[in-house]
């Protein structure tokens, strides 16, 4: 008898979770890094979030709030670890609550995961859009940057993301490697450029020790207040780490690739970005500018470089994020190709529909309408000038993926010995790791559905509808209705995962699929 591939093994583990092979395993394990990766993207985050702790903390909320909430993400990423090389599906953590707790754990998990899905794509892909307006405007004489310009950009490059997963399906795994390639030398330049570019650099004092309070909320309300807000920044940046998870049926060897390149695209994130966030700060001599701009990271490389080598630095940063953004609708669509595979969206059987290319192409396009019209409110200039709309989507994606990786990790922690682990497993350690990870996703979830500026605070004298901080509004409803649906329709028939195949094939069987 000849010893089973790893493709055979892969398809028998799939199998014993209940589903056939229907996507294309064609992924490595570096692909399933490089997805991860690409969607957490230093060259996204770091510079469309920048402004967020920048006017909510100023550098110690960047130099120190960095490193210490990453700390904190990088526990709730090797939880997730020892579940996905227990449970390697494209459904991911929806699935991972459904089996360990009751459909309705299932139910919510899959519904927080999807929209904060849907959220990230729409704030990647709108923070590119901000990104290459400017860079075209540096090129293009004339080119008018204004809100409706950057809207249209963004719609232009969900359009151009969605036709790259439906038509590019067997180059997206190789695009994931290039794109790892461009971040990894991308950032390498625009640190060297922020440290040989400029005339002078600020101090170390100022680095990691100067506060900012640009809020308009009060000084004493900084440190319980202000300076968390501006942790958006970490906890934006270094998320979609699930995708290795949503990627897990395409990946060869899943059980062990999926959970390393898991935790391994978070590490070395939190490294490089690091690395390039202090590039900024000590970049930042022109303070001034900085807060005149809002925080906008693109004042330092204006007011720092010479003309052409702040050029270069858009330029990368946009080409980054572009890859980031198609990485996050690859995501996107398998997660709700899984969730509608198992009768969880109306319109399931659309949904869950692939191609002759194994490609879930009414997923991609579902997800990507949605994105669009869930940033329609950035249409509307805030009071302020701030992009209060942006950040209110970022909040409604941290809010609605840390919850949902928040619901599986607790269910592990209480399901305790019984927990059948994978080949990747945290041992006795996941007590303490899994109690840290729930407690400080519900303490981030807490802070992001505040208001981020003092015209948002209701009932007070100077509040505007424009300034307000929608994430709690657009979870709300979510959580309302996805609630009312259970209660009145899902409960009867939503039983969790649906099986797609009965028979588990054994060595001596050809592979599933």
């Not at 640190?191 to 900012?212: A, K, M, W, Y």
């Not at 701009?293 to 330029?315: D, M, Q």
């Not at 329709?489 to 699929?513: K, L, M």
Request: aromatic share 14%; hydrophobic share 50%; proline share 5%.
């Amino acid at each position: 008898m000849t010893k089973p591939s790893p493709q055979d093994e892969d398809a028998r583990r799939l199998a014993e979770l209940g589903y056939k092979q229907e996507l294309s395993r064609t992924w490595s394990g570096f692909s399933n890094f490089a997805i991860s990766f690409s969607i957490i993207s230093i060259l996204a985050g770091c510079f469309t979030t920048f402004g967020q702790a920048w006017n909510n903390g100023g550098p110690i909320a960047i130099s120190w709030g960095w490193p210490l909430i990453s700390i904190f993400i990088l526990i709730i990423g090797l939880c997730m670890s020892e579940l996905v090389s227990a449970y390697p599906t494209a459904g991911g953590i929806y699935w991972w609550a459904a089996k360990m707790g009751r459909p309705i754990h299932g139910w919510f998990t899959g519904w927080f995961n999807l929209i904060g899905l849907i959220a990230v794509t729409a704030s990647v892909d709108y923070g590119c859009a901000t990104f290459m307006n400017i860079t075209i405007n540096r090129f293009v004489s004339g080119f008018e940057i204004s809100l409706l310009n950057t809207f249209l950009l963004f719609a232009v490059i969900l359009v151009l993301h969605a036709l790259i997963n439906i038509f590019s399906h067997r180059l997206i795994s190789v695009l994931q490697n290039v794109s790892v390639y461009w971040h990894v030398f991308g950032a390498a330049v625009v640190v060297l450029i922020l440290i040989f570019g400029p005339d002078s650099h600020q101090s170390l004092s100022f680095v990691f020790t100067e506060t900012i309070n640009n809020s308009g909320f009060s000084d004493s309300s900084y440190w319980f207040y202000v300076l968390p807000l501006g942790f958006l920044l970490t906890q934006y940046t270094i998320t979609g780490f699930d995708a290795c998870a949503h990627v897990s049926e395409e990946t060869q060897g899943a059980s062990t690739a999926a959970a390393r390149g898991l935790w391994q695209s978070i590490f070395y994130s939190a490294i490089g970005g690091w690395i390039l966030l202090l590039a900024f700060l000590f970049a930042a001599t022109d303070v001034e500018a900085v807060n005149e701009a809002g925080g906008f990271v693109g004042a330092i490389f204006e007011s720092a470089l010479p003309g052409n080598l702040a050029t270069a630095i858009f330029a990368i940063s946009t080409i980054g994020q572009f890859f980031c953004g198609m990485s996050c609708v690859t995501s996107m669509s398998r997660m709700t190709y899984a969730f509608a595979r198992d009768g969880a969206i109306p319109g399931w059987r659309l949904w869950s529909k692939v191609d002759r290319n194994r490609t879930p192409v009414n997923a991609i396009i579902f997800g990507c309408v949605l994105a669009l019209i869930l940033t329609l409110p950035a249409l509307y200039e805030a009071p302020n000038g701030l992009p209060l709309a942006f950040y209110a989507v970022v909040s409604v994606a941290v809010i609605g993926l840390y919850i949902a990786f928040a619901i599986p990790i607790w269910l592990r922690l209480r399901m305790g010995d019984s927990f059948v682990p994978g080949p990747w497993t945290l041992g006795s350690k996941y007590k303490v790791m899994c109690w840290i990870a729930v407690i400080e996703i519900v303490v981030v979830s807490i802070y992001f559905i505040m208001p981020l500026v003092p015209e948002a605070v209701p009932f007070s004298e100077d509040f505007t509808w424009t300034a307000v901080n929608y994430a709690p509004i657009v979870v709300g409803v979510m959580v309302i209705g996805v609630g009312l649906w259970w209660a009145l329709s899902a409960r009867h028939w939503f039983t969790g995962p649906r099986r797609t195949i009965d028979d588990i094939p054994t060595d001596e069987t050809e592979p599933v699929g």
